[in-house]
Nanobody, 123 residues
Framework: QVQLVESGGGLVQAGGSLRLSCAAS???????MGWFRQAPGKERAFVGG????????VYADSVKGRFTISRDNAKNTVYLQMNSLRPEDTAVYFC?????????????????WGQGTQVSVSS
């Protein structure tokens, strides 16, 4: 069993920054991790993902150049640094553990999910 706990969400003005953290416990070695977000009335959307060894990092087009994913395997923690935030980035952000070694944008390939953290960006 794997437990994921996100933190770091909050309210920020457009153009500002936030860093989300996802602390993992349980069997995490070797597995890719991903970040997703869900805005009210919309489906859960892929933000980005990172392999265990950090060799593969992928992003959604909407966040490329603004968001950065990293992970500290010694701390079992994955991060999402969000810069140049926009009102359309407002959503609940979730981290998730993939079933395999490579991240993907398909939420059905992720087995474990955190409870989510709210990010709100004001204009």
């Amino acid at each position: 069993q794997v437990q994921l706990v996100e933190s770091g969400g909050g309210l920020v003005q457009a153009g500002g920054s936030l860093r989300l953290s996802c602390a993992a416990s349980g069997r995490t070695v070797g597995y890719a991790m991903g970040w997703f977000r869900q805005a009210p009335g919309k489906e859960r959307a892929f933000v980005g993902g990172i392999s265990y060894g950090r060799y593969t990092i992928v992003y959604a087009d909407s966040v490329k150049g603004r968001f950065t994913i990293s992970r500290d395997n010694a701390k079992n923690t994955v991060y999402l640094q969000m810069n140049s935030l926009r009102p359309e980035d407002t959503a609940v952000y979730f981290c998730a553990q993939h079933r395999g070694r490579a991240p993907s944008n398909d939420p059905t390939e992720y087995i474990y999910w955190g409870q989510g953290t709210q990010v709100s960006v004001s204009s």
